[in-house]
């Protein structure tokens, strides 16, 4: 679940939490990598356990039970940073117990995101996370493995280690495992283009994913960063796929915005009027 389509006071919910993650990690004892796992761990046991997520989402139980209750589950278990920030989460008002646990998602997300930055790292991941998206999308049989609902946690990471691992950042990979096991509906390729786009709005920038008949040079490529950033009046983000089907010119997606100047696109335009 994306944020945008969360409830209002699951939205509210999510940013006095991401606001208490901020201040955490400003900690200099606090290793984001660590809390991101943490925090990721967490999210799993609510994700099986829908009475717990229930209860800890429960606005009739008052703040002191709901975060008795978590105490009692992560004390001495988990560091004090990830422990602070979840004793936001179960203080919060959240719509749906639902929308709790992708809350916690997004915060262990947010968390290993920040440890890309720290590392000079987060422009590796935002591309590894493109590639191994496009990658997917060429290997419908590994996509469908990762995005199985009835596939077990560990037997996910096991694929994601036997297909990538040493390949990718480690960061891109813990994202990768992260999507593969908590994905439902739109499939772990849908996943990782919404994390692109979360690496890339860290970095103050938007994503243009480009697909083309062939590679592109350097000064195409800077020559199309340049219009975009033009016609959308911010920094955008190159990510380009190259598709022999398009068969010449490009395709431009920006969000919800797509951009069809391909000789496939202006066929199948014509034959829909043709039809029409």
Same mark, same amino acid.
């Given at each position: 679940?994306?944020?945008?389509?969360?409830?209002?006071?699951?939205?509210?919910?999510?940013?006095?939490?991401?606001?208490?993650?901020?201040?955490?990690?400003?900690?200099?004892?606090?290793?984001?990598?660590?809390?991101?796992?943490?925090?990721?761990?967490?999210?799993?046991?609510?994700?099986?356990?829908?009475?717990?997520?229930?209860?800890?989402?429960?606005?009739?139980a008052s703040e002191t039970a709901r975060n008795g209750l978590l105490q009692d589950l992560v004390g001495g278990k988990l560091s004090e940073h990830a422990a602070r920030v979840l004793e936001t989460v179960v203080t919060s008002r959240w719509s749906s117990p639902r929308e709790l646990a992708d809350g916690v998602r997004t915060l262990a997300t947010s968390a290993l995101l920040v440890a890309a930055e720290r590392d000079g790292a987060l422009d590796t991941v935002e591309s590894e996370l493109f590639g191994v998206a496009r /990658?997917?999308?060429?290997?419908?049989?590994?996509? !469908?493995?990762?995005? $199985?609902?009835?596939?077990?946690?560990? *037997? %996910? +990471?096991?694929?994601?280690?036997?297909?990538?691992?040493?390949?990718?950042?480690?960061?891109?990979?813990?994202?990768?495992?992260?999507? /593969?096991?908590?994905?439902?509906?739109?499939?772990? !390729?849908?996943?990782? $283009?919404?994390?692109?786009?979360?690496? *890339? %709005? +860290?970095r103050e920038r938007s994503v243009a994913h480009v697909v083309t008949a062939g590679p592109l040079s350097e000064d195409q490529r800077g020559t199309l960063v340049e219009k975009l950033n033009r016609i959308y009046g911010r920094p955008i983000a190159l990510h380009v796929e190259?598709?022999?089907?398009?068969?010449?010119?490009?395709?431009?997606?920006?969000?919800?915005?797509?951009?069809d100047g391909s000789s496939a696109g202006r066929i199948m335009a014509l034959r829909g009027q043709l039809a029409g």
């Open positions: 679940m994306s944020v945008t389509s969360m409830h209002a006071a699951s939205r509210e919910a999510l940013a006095d939490a991401e606001h208490r993650l901020d201040g955490v990690l400003a900690d200099t004892g606090a290793d984001p990598t660590a809390v991101g796992g943490e925090l990721s761990s967490f999210a799993e046991v609510l994700s099986a356990e829908i009475g717990l997520r229930r209860a800890l989402s429960d606005a009739s /990658a997917l999308g060429e290997d419908p049989e590994l996509e !469908q493995a990762l995005s $199985d609902q009835t596939g077990t946690a560990q *037997a %996910k +990471r096991a694929l994601v280690q036997q297909v990538f691992g040493g390949k990718i950042n480690p960061v891109t990979q813990t994202l990768l495992e992260q999507t /593969a096991i908590r994905t439902r509906g739109r499939g772990v !390729q849908h996943g990782l $283009d919404a994390l692109t786009e979360l690496a *890339a %709005k +860290r190259v598709r022999p089907s398009v068969i010449g010119g490009i395709v431009v997606k920006v969000g919800d915005e797509v951009i």
